[in-house]
C-alpha cells in the first residue's frame, strides 16, 4: 500500500436526474439522455473533471415492467422489451460529449451480455477522450435484482483521474460495510455510489457519513432527483462531514466540490485516522499482549 502516495486536487460533481423505469420508451430514453448531457455541460462550465451520475440515469428497468408476469407481479425479465439500440445511442452521444467536454464522465446503465445470460446492472467510466476505460458490476444485488433482472458481477473496480483514485458501487450495495472496506484497502481516495433510491430513505446520508468517516475517504452518492427531499445528492468528506449537497426540490441538478487531500476536512483524517487504523489492523498489538493469570482468568475479581 502506498501510504505516501499524495493525490492531487480534483473536482467532482455529483449529479441527481430524474429517474425513469420503462426501457421501452423511446422518448423518454432519449429525454433522460438529453438531461444527463445537459448536466454534464453544467459540469464543465464549473471546472469539473469527473462528473457522477444515478443509478437509472438513462433508465432503472422497473421489476413489473419487465417481468413476463406482469404488470401486477414480478417475474423473469423479458429483455427483448428494452429498446436497445436506443439506449446504445444515448450513451454514445454521453461518451462524445465527454470526449468534447474533456469530462470523465460516470454513467450507469444496464450492459447487456450474450444470450441467454441475462445483462448486468453496471457503471461505465468514460474517459475524458470518450472512451469506456473500465466498467463496474452490480455484485451484492436485491432479492428481486438477482432473482429476476441480472447477472451479479465479481469484482471491485478502481479507475485514476489526475492521480486520484476512485472506486465504484451501485444500488443497494450502500448496505454492506465490507464493500466500503475492501476499497479502503484498495488505497481508494473517493467511493463513487450510484442508487436508484428509496424513497422516505432518509437513513442512506447517515449511512454514507459513517462509510466516509469509517474509512478516511470521499464518498459521493448520487441518487434520482424525485427522493432529493429526504435523501438529496452530494458528497461526504473524509472526517463525516458533508461537503456539498444538491438541492432538495426534485430538480436535476449537480453539485461540485474540489477533492482535496490538503483541506481542513481531509487532513486530519488522511494524515492521522487512516494510517493509524491501517497499521492497528497489521498485527501491532501482538508484541504488547502479555501472559498472565489474571489476563487468563475472566472471573478474577478486583
Known sequence: MSEARTPRSVRLAVAQTVVREDPRDVEALRASGRAVRALMREAGARGARVVHFPEGAICFPGKLV???DG????????WSRCQWPVLRAELAAIAELARALRLWTVIPSVHRLTEPHRPHNSLYVVSDRGEVVTRYDERLLSRTKVSYLYSPGVSPVTFEVDGVRFGCLLGMEIHYPELFAEYERLDVDCVLLSTSGTPGNITAGAQVQGHAAFNGYWVSISGPAQDSVTAPTGVV???????ARCPADGSPSVAVVDLDDGSETAASALTHARPWRRKSRSGLYTEHQVSDPRSEDRTAGF
Open 66 to 68: 419487465m417481468s413476463v
Open 71 to 78: 404488470p401486477h407481479a414480478v417475474g423473469l425479465a423479458d
Open 237 to 243: 468528506a473524509p472526517n463525516g462531514d458533508w461537503l
